[in-house]
Structure formats: structure tokens, C-alpha cells
């Protein structure tokens, strides 16, 4: 609402409506995607099939409004090739959402059918290509709006990712977990459980009573 009542006011319906359809596409549908993938509360075979059916709904809805930039852009005499960094961003994302949707329907269908967990790169593809929706929307937001107001609605869109993927950074960049105190944590007691495994042996009652008398 906080994007598209402006557009709304100020804009032809070709236009606003390809920039509602990408805003529903990312941060609502896609973003509702990505929250039950990651809600341990969820059962997770629920958890994939409703991860599912939002990322195809985002699909469509992309497809959408990209088909409604096409017209816009016809109907106003533009050439329909990408002009700018933004058309072309925008392009890169839809054909990267494309490849995350079929290979995550390979990846559910062949889970089902022979238990197999394959592509698995699709989760950390998939978060980079999250984080280029979201940038190539800020982008847009610039090329229309104020500075301030787009500089505060890039803010939350900022929030936003790091709501939804508490894990986005560790997975793009692997040296982050050197500073996730979650994973120092694991890692410690980790080393003291296998330790303990390896050499160490419990106390016998005699060494305890030993222990505690000094």
C-alpha cells in the first residue's frame, strides 16, 4: 500500500498495475514462501508443498506484470528491449525465478516419489535470488520516486529480508557464521561431546569424592 497508492495517483493503469504485480510477487507471495520454508513449527512436508504453491503464485504474478511493462511500453511507443539497469535486473530475476521454479517442482516431485533430496543448490540460488528481487525493486522505486522516500522504503525492504531469512546471510556468504554466535555455540559443544567421545571417561565415585574433598 505504501508504494502503490502513489503510483496509483500519478500513474496509468498499464504501469501501476505491472509494479503491484511485482510487489505482490516478492514481498508478499514469495516472502510467504520463504517464512513457512523456514517455520520449524510447520510440518515440513506441509512446509514444502505450501513453499510450493507461493513460489508458483510469485512465478505467475512476475510473468504478469512483466507482460504489462511489454504493453505499457507498446502502447506509449517504447522500444520493448530494456533501457535501463532496472529492465534489465528485471529480466535476469524472472529468468532466475523460472529456473528456482522448475527445479524445485523436479526437486519436490522426485522427494515424493523416491525420497531423493537432489539440486541442492536451489536453497542458496534461491536466497540470492531473493535478494536480486528485492534489489531490483528498491532500483525501480528510485527511478520513480524521491530519494528520501525511496531511501526509507529500501529501509524496509532491508528489514524485511533479514525478518524472513534470518539464515539469507550465512547461506550467501559462509564466513558470516564466524560471527553467528548460534554457530560458535554448536561448535563448542560440539568439540566437548566428541571429546568426550574420543578420550575422556566419566569419574568413578571414588575420583568424585576425591574431587570434592579438595
Known amino acids: 500500500v505504501w508504494i502503490l497508492v502513489p503510483l496509483i495517483m500519478s500513474s496509468p493503469f498499464s504501469f501501476w498495475i505491472h509494479a503491484a504485480s511485482m510487489v505482490a510477487s516478492v514481498v508478499i507471495a514469495s516472502t510467504q514462501g520463504l517464512v513457512v520454508l523456514i517455520n520449524k513449527r510447520i510440518e515440513r512436508c506441509s512446509a514444502r508443498e505450501r513453499h510450493l504453491q507461493m513460489q508458483a503464485l510469485s512465478g505467475i504474478l512476475m510473468m504478469f506484470g512483466a507482460i504489462m511493462i511489454l504493453r505499457h511500453k507498446h ?23 523460472s529456473m ?29 535470488t531473493f535478494v536480486c528481487s528485492m534489489c531490483t525493486i528498491s532500483y525501480g522505486i528510485f527511478l520513480v520516486f524521491s530519494v528520501p522516500f525511496a531511501l526509507s522504503t529500501t529501509l524496509f525492504l532491508l528489514i524485511l529480508m533479514g525478518k524472513v531469512l534470518p539464515r539469507v546471510w550465512t547461506r550467501l556468504f559462509p564466513f558470516a557464521c564466524l560471527w553467528d554466535p548460534r554457530k560458535t555455540q554448536r561448535k563448542s559443544s560440539g568439540m566437548a561431546l566428541s571429546d568426550l567421545s574420543e578420550g575422556s571417561k566419566p569419574l568413578s565415585h571414588s575420583q568424585l569424592h576425591a574431587e570434592v574433598r579438595v
Open 75 to 97: 502502447i506509449h511507443g517504447k522500444s520493448l528491449m530494456p533501457r535501463t539497469y532496472h529492465g534489465v535486473f528485471g529480466w535476469i530475476v524472472l529468468l532466475l525465478y
Open 100 to 128: 528456482q521454479i522448475a527445479s524445485g517442482c523436479l526437486k519436490y516431485f522426485k522427494l515424493l516419489t523416491s525420497g531423493e533430496k537432489s539440486y541442492r543448490w536451489h536453497g542458496m540460488v534461491g536466497s540470492w
